[in-house]
């Protein structure tokens, strides 16, 4: 099946829109299509003109748009589209899902687990990378080694708030890196490692691993690779995945007496 | 910039000088920091300390004012040492001979004095910089806003054609351009002395298919300057004043004067976004749009012509400040201005300039073309030189440092040297208006060193004055160890403490007619 | 679309940074016809999906309430709104009479590195053609 035929489909069910990508003078942006507007929907889904798809869909329930949207998924939009559900940041059942599989040479750049969505529509799948090279690089050095590592990525950070502006599970009103109790205002770089470590924090029982954070960082600073580790924790830690699926409770969000740490339990 | 941005990431040596990159422009910072990461060594000249001297293999703090002091010592070593590219200089060069005999006066240890870098630090960095293959130069206003910035410029060209550092991948003399289309704006004409494309207003082949085109005669004299506007305002000479999308009243030097000029003129329009400070002053203000309201082109500092595109309508009666252009021209009584959109004022343009002429919207497309781009099959270009010069070879000039220029006056022992910071913009109209950047840097603050900062009582926070023979003005201390001593460093964004009240715009670069806003003598008081 | 999303709409429009001279290319989010945020434009030759603070919340200013609706007619800082047409007749007479009085180099134009090239070209000509003066710059300097 092609996007177009789906979204030719999902128009037919009743949804009132569809976000997917539309070609235009050499780049793809994303777009809400209407039904009459199906055929400039791109075919394809550029591997490398990715946007964070589940946010969008946020901020336009956000705005105020009360009907069914269709939207075109990879494995990782999908992902964030069940983290904001569980969140309850968007109405999960308003959505109709194009699922896109990606492609080998994709899911290699991003040494994705799951480099496709629950129902694939378009594409076919591959299997995915269980382990990822890059964390086990930095994993191999030394401590001292590690944190220096670390320390000179933080410090080349252009405080452009990419990172946080591009996620697509970042939502919050009030943001911690924006409290000047935890980050001084104005100064580049942000005061390190807080500024990073805050994020890597939220992002331990978030991260969808799109890795757009990376991607957009001017700095080139591998976030991607530091939420990974910090998933990794959590997954070991708690057995939880973000995203996987719309039942599993985030146990940061909810420490209480089901929640064990290895030292022992908590008491709500 | 002679060659483009991207080109930064694979440059062996990058020479970076005025210019605090992570804040003024951050996404070049990003890929001077790739280089880095892949090897480069980044050489810094700048008295403050700045973000990216922390990444830096040799940050080399000169006395402010003595550029032209440093890049002549660094020249006389590559040329001592015979690290200089003689087949370069040989085979694309001329007067040589000339700059080597000028370089005599340049000794280390004399330098050294009158710079502040040490002897040793000065020739290692001469010789890390002539021995690597590929060399660029990236400068800022930190070079340009002196009133010696065109020698200073005319310096650092001597340096990179000294060692062949010119029409090549990751070379060349790149200045960033501080606003969106500065340099478009240059392109177009909107200069005294030339119309599109640099041609001369007092060359008559130039000026001649310009009076073809437009059948009309146009004026051969070259006009005045901005601030050689003011000071005609002020002496009456000019009566009706048009500005259009500027904020003279904060970002001109010496703002008294500034306000005297305005307020002098018989009419003055001001067709802004915003109730400027300076449309304040106007007889009639017009309500102009921004970028997100209009079609157009901007072109950035590596000379990539690039398309904006309208995406809202403007407010109320707010016009596209083309349209409003049209209908005065009109009104005025002037034929041949009807435009139907921006992309016809665009082939107008292509028309009658040279490098913009194989240039059309569609070409443009998302991705832009570099000047030169003069036929509609040629690909832009990359980087500048190549295979010549515009003259054919490239002209060394003479360049001599003049200490008169780094004198401070009795009873104003500091420097102060005014700038920009990462998360403001120039007069602040735009960026003070957005919530995420008035938060981080709220209001303006003078930067003095620990040791000054004790010696004159004054702790961070505390409010001081700022005195300079042109005015002062009162502001919070922020102490860091930033600044030197005898250095103070002022942001000239914020309108309730316009650091520009404190320049003085009577003495002028000779040919860039720009005042020294890096170096005026001041002194701190508390407040 | 059902009757309740009748004026429902969200595009991204590609476009260039109006904050420094890197010129980095950016989308305008757009949801019903208001600019709602700033994403990166990938695949930009300069910025390849990166934007600086200043670009990403470049959309702020944009609907401020101090924006200018209307032409203004006034001195020393007491303004009147007037009709726009009303406006450019000032201004156009204004020009007219200094030309006739004094000359063309009574006048002067600054022209602007905000505005875009095709609105300094045609400063440019309103200044030498129209007018016939080549008293014309902008802040480069600055």
Known sequence: ?268 | MTNSIGELSDADVILLTGSNTSEQHPVIAGKILDAVRKGAKLLIFDPRIIHLTSFAHMHLRQKPGTDIVWINALMKVIIDEDLLDREFVNSRTEGFEELSRSLENYSLERAAEICGIEASDLREAARIFAMADKASIVYCMGITQHVFGTRNVLALANLALLTGNVGRLSTGVNPLRGQNNVQGACDVGALPNVLTGYQKVDDDVARGNFESAYGKKLPSKPGLTLIEIMNACLEGKIKFLYIMGENPMITEPDLKHVEEALSAVDFLVVQDIFLTETARLAHVVLPGSCWAEKDGTFTNTERRVQRIRKAIDPPGDARLDWQIICDIAKAFGSDYFEYSSAEEIFDEIAKLTPSYSGMSYQRLSTQGLQWPCPSVDHPGTVYLHETGFARGKGLFSVVEYDPESQKLEEHYPFVLMTGRVGFQYHSGTMSRRSRALAREVPEAYVEISPQDAARLGISDRDKVKVVSPNGELTVRAFVTERVRPGEIFIPFHFSEAPANILINSRELDPQSKITSMKFCPARIEKA | MSDKNLDFSYTTVPTICPYCGTGCGMLLEVIGGKISGVLPMKGHPVSDGCLCLKGWTAHEFVSSPDRLARALVGKDGDFKEVGYTEAVALVADAMRETVENHGPDSCAFVASARCTNEENYLMSKLARFAVGTNNIDHCARL
Not at chain 1, 104 to 110: G, H, L, N, S
Request: include cysteine; hydrophobic fraction near 35%; proline fraction near 5%.
């Open chain 1, 1 to 268: 099946m092609s996007i177009r035929e789906k979204a030719r489909q999902l128009f037919a069910e009743g949804v009132d829109g569809v976000l997917a990508f539309k070609r235009t003078d050499g780049v793809c942006i994303p777009h809400l299509f209407t039904k009459t507007e199906v055929e400039e929907i791109c075919k394809d889904v550029p591997a490398d003109q990715r946007y964070p798809v589940a946010g969008i869909v946020r901020r336009i329930f956000l705005s105020g748009l009360a009907g069914k949207i269709g939207v075109v998924a990879r494995g990782c939009d999908e992902r964030a589209l069940i983290e904001l559900g569980k969140q309850g940041q968007i109405d999960f059942d308003l959505l109709s899902i194009i699922g896109v599989a990606c492609s080998e040479e994709q899911a290699r750049y991003c040494e994705c687990s799951k480099p496709y969505p629950s129902r694939i529509d378009v594409g076919s799948r591959f299997e995915g990378i269980s382990v990822s090279e890059k964390v086990r690089a930095v994993e191999s050095m030394e401590g001292d080694e590690r944190l220096a590592y670390w320390l000179a990525q933080f410090a080349s950070c252009l405080k452009c708030m990419g990172c946080r502006n591009i996620c697509p599970v970042c939502y919050c009103v009030e943001c911690s890196l924006e409290d000047e109790n935890l980050v001084r205002r104005g100064s580049v770089p942000p005061d390190w490692p807080v500024f990073h470590l805050l994020r890597a924090v939220d992002m331990a029982s978030r991260c969808i691993d799109c890795g757009l954070c990376e991607e957009s960082c001017p700095s080139g600073i591998p976030l991607r690779t530091l939420y990974k580790k910090a998933t990794e924790i959590v997954k070991e830690l708690f057995d939880y995945e973000p995203g996987a699926d719309m039942t599993q409770r985030s146990p940061l969000g909810t420490i209480g007496d089901q929640s064990e740490l290895p030292g022992g339990a908590f008491e709500a």
